[in-house]
């Protein structure tokens, strides 16, 4: 069902391509359209350039990202005003298209984008169970440590945030079932279309789609109350800000922040400071070398070594 729902935003001659290639879904990551370039994926990882005739890469056309615009907008890109001016439109089972083109700027705002030229379908994977070897590590008395996800892109680092989520609401052998506030600010982990995750994300789960991080976390603790917040892709002061108020407020935070080491987490002069205050009490740093979501470490809050994923 997930696949025919990207495959149906596809233009046709893009999808009579996948087709042929026999690809399996689960292990597509994205699909990438850019006018007079090849046609390019990102399957298992690494970059797939598709071909046409005889051999020779199959070149993206103006007709094809037309095509597609036409169906991701339902004929319609003037009712998207609103999500283009973001850069990307989320589209039914949460995978996220993201496009560049020319911007029409009003009072120093982009207002919308024209002549759209690239195109790029970021599938949202749900991988269930995907979070089950780090709650070991990130929980006691069966309640949640303040836990900060690190990860390079495209390493898991959403999908293992939104297996998380799904079980600490859930509750499991490890964590009693908990009310979870999400602030969704790209639509990434919910998937929200029309306002409705299409992602699991748990039966104690509200989530707050398309707002900015902070903003959303002071709106979340004032009207539902959560006892855990998650947010994604952190890294402004105002994120920063919005967390220890959170914290202040007896709330657990959940978050994931783009660094390839601790070393270099500590460049950032906001998260270095809140590593040397030890808000955050457990540290997941992710990588994509046997596998993509490999656990390469979980970090107690002064730095020791808990746990490290086995892939021999």
């Known amino acids: 069902m997930q696949e025919n729902r990207i495959l149906n935003v596809l233009p046709r001659s893009v999808r009579i391509l996948i087709h042929k290639e026999q690809l399996q879904y689960e292990h597509l990551q994205e699909i990438k359209l850019r006018v007079e370039k090849p046609l390019l994926l990102i399957y298992r990882g690494e970059e797939l350039i598709l071909g046409g005739q005889r051999g020779k890469p199959y070149m993206v056309t103006k007709e094809d990202v037309r095509e597609m615009l036409e169906y991701i907008s339902n004929y319609s890109l003037y009712a998207y005003e609103q999500e283009m001016k973001q850069g990307f439109i989320t589209i039914e089972g949460g995978h996220r298209v993201g496009m560049t083109g020319q911007a029409i700027i ?76 999400v602030v969704d600010e790209r639509s990434e982990i919910g998937g929200c279309y029309m306002g409705v995750a299409q992602n699991h ?10 707002c900015p991080k902070a903003e959303g976390m002071i709106m979340l603790i004032r009207s539902m109350g959560p006892e855990v917040i998650a947010v994604d892709e952190i890294g402004s002061a105002e994120d920063v800000h919005a967390i220890e108020y959170a914290m202040h407020c007896g709330c657990k935070m959940l978050a994931t922040v783009h660094a390839g080491s601790m070393e270099e987490l500590r460049k950032k ?5 809140m590593i040397d205050q030890g808000r955050f ?29 086995d892939v021999r």
Not at 282 to 308: C, E, K, M, T
């Open 269 to 273: 002069p906001l998260l270095d400071r």
């Open 281 to 309: 009490e457990r540290y997941i740093l992710l990588g994509n070398r046997a596998h993509v979501g490999q656990i390469d470490g979980i970090f107690d809050h002064r730095g020791s070594l808990l746990y490290r994923e």
């Open 106 to 181: 009003e009072n120093g705002k982009v207002k919308n984008l024209k002549h759209i030229s690239s195109v790029n379908v970021r599938m949202s994977h749900e991988v269930l169970g995907c979070a089950d070897k780090v709650f070991p590590h990130i929980t006691y008395n069966r309640s949640l440590y303040h836990t900060l996800v690190i990860s390079p892109p495209r390493c898991g680092k959403t999908t293992l945030l939104r297996d998380m989520i799904r079980q600490i609401s859930d509750g499991n052998d490890w964590v009693r079932g908990m009310a979870v506030g």
């Open 201 to 210: 994300l748990g039966i104690r789960t509200d989530v707050l789609d398309g």
